[in-house]
């Protein structure tokens, strides 16, 4: 499974070291069109939160004019404590600015919650082509994960939804459209 995750190291946005310094670097890739963007986690109780994930998203946006099949392909946002507005702010730009081709979103232990997490499924809707959703350790619960559930693409490999609030509502919407490996 490692090895089809990696990328030729042009097409990778990766970014590490102080919260701020790995956002500004990550931004630069995007508006140079990299296709994946991963912003590792800096440290307990730091990260880009709210603000760096609507500035992430904006530059998402932004750059929506390379050709198409050329956009974002994966997403990984691990640990940046981001809540509701930035998941909000990262599930329009993925509305708009996802590639066709879009394969992997990783927005684990962030501070999501109901209303983020639904927002960011009407933007999986668009994610025919989504294998990989690591959604852990956040906060959301039943409600959004029945939304989740509507939502999921078709070639679903890997969903982890572990460390998250969901109780048995949500286990049976999982468990009503479940065909990969799900984890919670």
Do not use: Y
């Amino acid at each position: 499974m490692a090895s089809r995750r990696r990328k030729k190291d042009e097409d990778v946005a990766e970014v590490w070291g102080s919260a701020a310094a790995d956002l500004e670097r990550a931004l630069t890739k995007v508006r140079r069109g990299e296709r994946i963007v991963r912003l590792f986690q800096t440290g307990p109780g730091q990260g880009t939160g709210d603000s760096g994930a609507a500035d992430l998203a904006k530059a998402l946006v932004d750059c929506h004019g390379q050709p198409k099949g050329n956009g974002l392909v994966a997403l990984r946002l691990r640990g940046h404590q981001v809540g509701d507005d930035g998941a909000t702010h990262i599930a329009n730009a993925l509305e708009v600015a996802a590639s066709e081709k879009m394969h992997t979103i990783d927005v684990s232990g962030n501070r999501i919650s109901d209303f983020g997490m639904i927002q960011l499924s009407k933007a999986l809707l668009m994610a025919s082509k989504m294998r990989i959703l690591d959604l852990s350790g956040n906060k959301f619960g039943d409600q959004a994960t029945e939304e989740l559930a509507k939502a999921l693409p078709p070639n679903l490999e890997e969903l982890d939804l572990t460390g998250n609030q969901i109780g048995p509502d949500g286990i049976k919407a999982l468990a009503s459209v479940a065909t990969g490996a799900l984890h919670w």
